[in-house]
């Protein structure tokens, strides 16, 4: 589940950072900079997704943002994917303390068994 949300928010982001892309005004744009307004549909997307996907691992791309407002926004979404990376290391970090915890107590129990066994001359 946590890595589908992490799809659906990647794609969202895509493709926002795509017509954040093709909506500049005034300044160049990555779309225009890097030629990808003129690809199909399957390259533009591509692009975008590799450009999110990026922004919330220590990957790297060639694209870069190429104004004020593309800036900004790569920005916000560091920030809130450094949030959102942290937010999951530290559920799989609890997860693995939980089942280290689960079989720390199952060890005591079994060991407790057989120092019972043994005092008692249970075989």
């Avoid at 950072?17 to 093709?22: A, E, I, K, V």
């Avoid at 590799?50 to 790297?60: N, V």
């Amino acid at each position: 589940s946590n890595m589908l949300a992490l799809l659906a928010v990647n794609h969202y982001v895509a493709c926002f950072w795509y017509w954040l892309g093709t909506n500049s005004t005034g300044d160049s744009s990555w779309v225009d900079y890097y030629a990808v307004r003129e690809r199909g549909f399957s390259a533009r997307y591509v692009v975008s997704l590799h450009w999110s996907l990026t922004q919330f691992t220590p990957a790297s791309m060639q694209v870069l943002p190429r104004n004020v407002s593309e800036n900004a926004f790569a920005v916000f979404i560091i920030i809130g994917g450094l949030l959102g990376f942290s937010t999951f290391v530290s559920s799989i970090t609890a997860s693995i303390t939980r089942l280290r915890g689960l079989h720390g107590s199952e060890m005591a129990k079994s060991f407790m068994l057989r120092r019972f066994l043994k005092e008692n001359s249970i075989s």
